[in-house]
Each structure stands twice: as C-alpha cells, then as structure tokens.
C-alpha cells in the first residue's frame, strides 16, 4: 500500500497523478475463509481491521449487498461523544472516542476528527438534574464533561437563542472532547487497511443464506456463491433480524428509518455540536458551510431510505425555537438510514445461539460515534471468545432482565 503523505502529493502532482493506486483491492470471494464479516460499514470494517491488527487474524473477508459504506455509514450526522450514564456505555464510546482522536495517524488515511465539543441542552429542570447526575458519573469514569450555566452556553454558541418560546435553555452538558469525522473517510480508511492487509472486501454480494451442521456454522450462500468460514460476524444495521433468521434466532430489536437533513451553505456560524433533546433535533455545522440537522426516529417500524416532509417539520420547527437564524435557511437534500432498536436502547454485541455466529447490532441512532471502539471489543469476542468491552452487551441480557438502559439515563437515544 502506497503511504500517503505530503510528499506523495507533491511528487503525483509532478506527474499529473496518474502514479496512484486504488485505495482497496476489487477482491473476488475464495471458497473458504477463517472468519466472514457481513456488512462493509463501518462497524463491520472496524472489526476486520482490529482482527488483523490485534490478533493476527487476516483470512478474512468482508461481504457488503451494496457498496461500501452505503448503508448508514454515509447516512449519518457523525457526532462523536462518550458522556454517557451507565458505565458499560461509558467505557466502549469512550474507548471509540479516544481511538478517533488517532485514527488518521493509525490508517493513514485522513478522516477529518474535529475535536470541536458537544453540548447537550438542559431546556428542563428535570434535565438540569439529570445531566449533572451524568457529569458526576463521568468524573467517576474517567470522561471528561463538565454541566455549564446558560452563560457559558452563549458563549460557546453565539447564534442560540436562551429565552425560548416554550424551553428556556437552563444549561448543558459540554463534553470538549467530543466533535465530528468525515462518515465516508472513516469507511474508506479502514477498508484500505483490511485490504492492505490482504483481506477481501466484496461488494455486490448479497448472502442469502447461513449454512450450518450440528449447531455450528459453515458458511454462508451469497448470490456470488458459497462460501465457507469458521467463525461468522453478523454487522448489518437495520437488517439484522433478518440475517439472524436466516440463521435460525431471534432478536430483540426492531427496525427503523432515521432521518437527517442539510441546509444549504453559509459562512461559518457554529463551531461545536449542539443537541436539544427536549426539543428532540441536533445540529452541527459542516466544513462545508451547511448546517447538518437531525431528530428521533420515525414512530413507526419500516426500512425507507427516503426522508419525508413530516420528519422536516417537526425536527426544523424545534431547532427555529433555539436558532431562529436558521428559519431563514433553504433545505439542500434529505436522507434517510435504516437503524435497529432493542428495548433498552443498548447495543448488542454477543455469541448467538448457533456456534461460532456473533452478532453486533441494535445500536440505534447512535452508531457512528461508536464504530471504532465496536470494532475494538467485537475483534476481541470474535478472536477470543470474550472481551470486557463486550461483556455486559451479550443477549442474555434480556432474558435475564440486565438492562443497560440508555433510554431513560440520556433522555434520548443518540
């Protein structure tokens, strides 16, 4: 793999550049590989690259229906935060946010991490007291966040508006060390490690069955043929529950479109993440000038990719209250990403009930931010059976009643 660097610019912008190499190899399947990764987002390629990385393990393939990264990896708003309550939460988004603040230097590869802070809206009483819980948690867990007054808030934020129509903002939970990356680059830079590596990413190979004997897994059927593995990795957010039946389980989760939206361009205004979640919408502006909005799920179950006039309705008419500049704005373009939701708004990161399966789901609206340290503690369940990243994540939660319950600690599910 040619390393990319200033003087690799210099010396293709010499020659023209025509002297670089695709980022990733266009691979064709084998018959057999130690373990198969379905799914080429970022979660799935985070786990290939730290299975090569940390444990040696290269025989690996990556399969994606579709093209790299076009599922929810380039559909979402990439925020980045680890101020979450419950300390199993704590430790894997902290783990991710750290492993960002070097994942350029580690890939090589650009991602564009912005350390630019994220505040997240107290509008309530009840979430003045429910953010400086979080913060005293966070000091006992080793993340750094602080609860601001209104003041500070402006400060941070000059655009907002703190005496709003129906919320005042009474504060905030700041997290300096939280921001954004580039969704796409983050897919792009792993997946030019896996490869360099000497794995395969496939794309345009749809699997369309798992294959097993005595309750343990052979392979998987795609429509680009069989192909066999040891061990499997099931990453396939919104469509999760259907590869799992295909394999013959259930899971607990349920599957929805997330919407987002951006303005078109102006002059930078906003340099940090704002979310207002008694409002319910987010907004953050991107290195491009928009400003990048987005809110809760849709209330009903279904797997659209398209966004609706409903969602821009309410999610605009919310952040107007906060930022009434932005009433004044034009919408660029509209999407939406397919999410999977368990009850307790926690990810699933565990063995299943066929032998040498995993499967890494149910993280909701708040993947991104955790791709990096998904694939860290799923790399490490896959290759050893186990991970302290992963441990209180596994299935069995739910039949025993162990909720990790992000719904009610953060107040919204991002």
């Not at 799914?39 to 399969?63: P, Q």
């Not at 502006?285 to 279904?302: A, L, P, R």
């Not at 069995?396 to 919204?412: N, T």
Request: glycine share 14%; with cysteine.
């Amino acid at each position: 793999m040619k390393k990319y660097s200033v003087f690799a610019v210099a010396r293709e912008a010499m020659r023209h550049h025509t002297g670089w190499t695709r980022a990733w190899r266009d691979a064709q399947p084998k018959k057999r590989y130690d373990v198969i990764i379905v799914g080429a987002g970022g979660h799935g390629l985070a786990t290939a690259y730290y299975l090569g990385k940390n444990f040696g393990i290269t025989n690996v393939a990556v399969l994606e229906k579709g093209w790299l990264g076009g599922g929810n990896t380039g559909r979402n708003t990439t925020i980045i935060r680890s101020n979450y309550l419950q300390d199993p939460s704590a430790a894997i988004y902290e783990k991710s946010r750290s492993l960002y603040e070097t994942m350029s230097q580690d890939l090589n590869y650009n991602v564009m991490f912005s350390p630019r802070g994220v505040i997240m809206l107290a509008q309530t009483e009840h979430e003045v007291r429910g953010y400086k819980r979080t913060a005293h948690a966070n000091a006992l867990q080793g993340v750094q966040t602080e609860f601001i007054g209104p003041d500070r808030v402006k400060q941070l934020v000059p655009i907002i508006n703190l005496d709003g129509p129906r919320y005042p903002v009474l504060g905030g939970l700041w997290q300096a060390r939280g921001g954004t990356a580039r969704h796409d680059a983050v897919a792009w830079g792993y997946a030019r490690a896996c490869s360099d590596m000497g794995m395969d990413i496939i794309q345009k190979c749809e699997v369309t069955g798992v294959r097993q004997t005595g309750g343990k897994v052979t392979g998987v059927s795609t429509t680009r043929g069989d192909i066999d593995c040891d061990k499997l990795g099931l990453v396939v957010a919104g469509h999760s529950g259907q590869l799992a039946d295909m394999a013959g389980f259930r899971l607990p989760i349920e599957s929805v479109a997330l919407q987002a939206l951006v303005s078109e361009p102006i002059k930078p205004c906003m340099d940090v993440v704002v979310m207002a979640n008694t409002v319910h919408g987010y907004m953050s502006q991107s290195d491009k000038g928009e400003m990048v909005i987005g809110g809760g799920t849709d209330g009903y179950n279904n797997y659209t990719q398209r966004g609706s006039f409903h969602h821009v309705e309410e999610t605009v008419r919310a952040l107007v209250e906060t930022f009434p500049m932005i009433s004044r704005l034009k919408m660029l373009r509209q999407w939406g990403g397919i999410v999977d939701v368990t009850g307790d708004r926690s990810p699933i990161l565990s063995k299943t009930p066929v032998e040498g399966i995993f499967i890494n789901a149910g993280w909701g609206t708040g993947g991104f931010k955790a791709i990096p340290g998904s694939g860290w503690g799923f790399a490490e369940l896959m290759a050893k059976g186990q991970s302290p990243l992963t441990q209180a994540f596994g299935l069995e939660r739910f039949a025993e009643g162990r909720f990790i319950d992000e719904s009610v600690a953060a107040g919204v599910a991002h």
